[in-house]
């Protein structure tokens, strides 16, 4: 366990508490350079943390830039280490080694366009008001960030920008620093441990360090809760359940409910000839009730919404009409009749409310297996 960790203890996630505090995540360049496309199991975890509990991450300016910088060096490192290998091949093979290489060319790299496409709360920290007379100071002392050698120039940036930052808050917050840097922000400690330099900036504030990204997530985030990102995922959810429910609707027994809450007293009319159900406003007041992980890709979801109007269409023979005329007349709540000469078409409308669940496939981002455990219908 990451010492210091219990400072955060209480944004155990999917607690009431989380919702007194705001909870900001920093994460030092080197935790984007493991993983350029935020494509790997802690990062998913981390994004879907801080959407689904509305928290905040914090990206300071010289870290966008010395991560698209590295990216870049990298890329042009490793061309070259191809075209040796390409040119070698070429040899071998007798071919004419100047011949075009097929070497991709380094696609356009934008950290922070990524981080937004997958996270509502991003706040940008800039350095170009930070005082540098402070900076210049903290170099003369070789106070951390800054080592021997005035090394540690843009580590310095990085935790100034959030100084900063943390003196334009009105209440203290609670930050997660994220780093694999020990050496310029931790003691020798094993536990991750700020250097006593940074914790002397830290008076009042709440900031807390972690080696890595995948310790933050292991400590705070409940993977079962955080399985899905519903912020992100919310239309697709939402879409999903609208059709899934308007074919619910059409079953046997959700039929029948709607008929005993729109002619509450008549029996059903066994030789009803059709329905049909038209969704005029789609799924509101979506609230999830669960979420478990049944294995390492299939997240079960239990939720509870409403459809705030259903047009609900009952087409019946017009002798049972005829037989029940005035009871339909007098107590149900149809609306609209139509009276064919063969068959009547009642119509009306209402709110439904289900209770019901789900399952989400993280690797091929379906859902299925949709199941209804509570129906009710109010007109």
Known sequence: MEKGADSLSNVAVGSNKLAKYQVFVLLDS?????????????????????????HTLLV???????????????FS???VVAGRAIAALNRLNGNDITTASTLPAAKKYELLSLLKESIEGVVVLEYNTLP?????QRALKVQRPFREGEKGYRDTLIWMSLLAFLKTQNR???VAFITTNKNDFFTQSEDAEFHPDLRADLTGANVVP?????????????KDLHGIDRVMLRPEIES??????????????????LWRNLAPGMRWPDDVRGSAVEIMEGVEDLEFRGIEALDDDIVY??????????????????????????????????WETDVDNQVVTLKSSGRVYVTASFTYDKRTALFSGFSYSDVAFRT
């Not at 540098?132 to 210049?136: A, K, R, S, T």
């Not at 999903?240 to 409910?257: A, C, N, R």
């Open 30 to 54: 080197n935790i984007y350079c493991g993983d350029w496309f935020l494509r790997g199991a802690p990062f998913r975890y981390l994004c879907h943390f801080l959407n689904n509990e509305g």
């Open 60 to 74: 300071p300016r010289v870290v966008l830039e010395e991560v698209a910088n590295v990216r870049l060096r990298k």
């Open 77 to 79: 490192e490793e061309a």
């Open 132 to 136: 540098h007379d402070e900076i210049f």
């Open 172 to 174: 203290p917050e609670q």
């Open 210 to 222: 972690f080696k890595s990204l995948a310790a933050f997530v292991d400590r705070h985030v409940d």
């Open 240 to 257: 999903f359940l609208e059709d899934q429910t308007s074919e619910m609707l059409l079953g046997s027994e959700p039929q029948k409910l």
């Open 301 to 334: 979801v239990a939720c509870r919404y409403d459809l705030r109007i259903v047009i609900v269409t009952f087409i019946i023979t017009r002798a049972f009409f005829e037989a029940n005329h005035q009871a339909l007349k007098e107590e149900s709540k149809f």
